[in-house]
């Protein structure tokens, strides 16, 4: 936990045992490992983009934020956009998990992330029941 002292606990601070109730989006390329872990060291929970990243990308993406963490055990998360893909959805959606949404998941709860973040989309129940299953929140 960082050395920073909380000045007041929200839902959030609790429930992640965070100092600050600051969330870092997790803008893809635009906020990286570094800058996830920088938020998590300070006392908020940084959060990683997974956006057409491979399983193996993911997991090399979560060990560089993990390499810059001061308590390596600290909360972190996971952001996949899973927008609905064909039906009544917008031909112009696509599947940004290119398939591999099962081995992603796989990733983030073997990786004992914090925290799941769908900002586009909804995740299938599947997987958020696998991923409250290994005790992970599932945030929209």
């Known amino acids: 936990m960082p050395s ?14 965070i100092n600050h109730p600051v969330m870092l989006a997790g803008m893809n390329v635009a906020a990286g490992p570094k800058l996830a872990a920088a938020v998590t060291n300070a006392g908020g929970i940084g959060v990683i983009g997974g956006v057409r990243q491979t399983p193996k990308f993911l997991q090399g993406s979560i060990d560089e934020l993990k390499s810059h963490l001061v308590d390596k055990n600290a ?6 956009l899973l927008p609905q893909v064909g039906g009544s959805a917008r031909k112009t959606n696509r599947d940004y998990t290119d398939g591999q949404l099962p081995e992603l998941i796989d990733v983030i709860i073997k990786s004992k992330a914090s925290l799941f973040v769908c900002a586009v989309g909804v995740p299938p129940k599947w997987a958020v029941d696998k991923l409250h299953a290994a005790g992970i ?3 929209k």
């Open 137 to 139: 929140p599932v945030m």
């Open 4 to 17: 920073s002292s909380p000045v007041f606990t929200t839902p959030l601070t609790r429930l992640f045992k």
């Open 75 to 80: 909360p972190f998360g996971v952001d996949l």
